[in-house]
């Protein structure tokens, strides 16, 4: 079967960096992106891996090592508008979403 | 402003009781998806359309239907709710399977 993993929930500092990390089994790979969903609110992109290695979009990087099925989202300078739910989802073979259920990031002061 | 929109909203319904959840977006889209959202399970796709008249089963699509006759326009139809289809929906578009998706304000139904 397929598979996206991500821890469910983690916390961090106003200020202080996180990685929330995402592993996937699935058949076939076509990219992997990052959405970010507020409480009560529709996901909203925040990057997109084909390649290894790592995209850097002002505080946000995205990781991504093919080879071992691995991904993380690093977010730095934490502000406490990014307490939000962080949504790994897999492109398989046939170019479908796979998603994972949500990492949900909360920001103390 | 380019957006996906839904309506409604919110809804409260009845076992049984026909429903149709509107989508429509204004990019010129062809790739346009139905999501349902329950806690612990994360996004589920309902179904989805590359075009026009094309549509295709998600993982999750029993008890709904949808239709394509416009590209704008992707309804979502529940011919016979059921409780265990209270869930948050969303609806998507995008220009291709691989591009970001752009996401509807969701729609929150229980059915009682």
């Known amino acids: 079967g397929q598979n996206i993993d991500q821890p469910t929930e983690m916390t961090a500092t106003e200020g202080a960096i996180v990685q929330i990390n995402c592993t996937y089994q699935?058949?076939?790979?076509?990219?992997l992106f990052w959405y970010q969903q507020h409480a009560g609110e529709a996901p909203t992109f925040l990057s997109y891996?084909?390649l290894d290695g790592l995209e850097e979009k002002g505080r946000f990087s995205s990781f991504l090592s093919r080879s071992k099925g691995y991904s993380y989202l690093l977010l730095k300078e934490l502000q406490m508008k990014d307490s939000a739910s962080y949504l790994c989802?897999?492109?398989?073979?046939?170019?479908?979403?796979?998603w994972g259920a949500g990492t949900k990031l909360i920001i103390k002061p | 402003e380019a957006q996906v929109t839904q309506n409604p909203r919110y809804l409260i319904t009845v076992t049984g009781k026909k429903l149709t959840v509107t989508c429509s977006q204004n990019?010129?889209?062809?790739?346009m998806s139905w999501y349902r959202q329950d806690p612990g399970l994360g996004l589920r796709q309902i179904y989805y359309s590359m075009n026009v008249e094309v549509t295709d089963k998600g993982d999750v699509p029993e008890g709904y239907k949808v239709s394509r006759k416009e590209k704008r326009n992707f309804p979502l139809i529940l011919e016979s709710p059921s409780p265990n289809q209270t869930s948050l929906y969303f609806c998507a578009s995008t220009r291709k399977e691989y591009n970001e998706q752009f996401f509807g304000p969701g729609t929150r139904l229980t059915v009682l």
């Open positions: 891996n084909v």
């Open positions: 990019m010129n889209h062809e790739y």
């Open positions: 989802a897999v492109l398989d073979s046939n170019y479908q979403l796979i």
């Open positions: 699935t058949s076939g790979f076509n990219g």
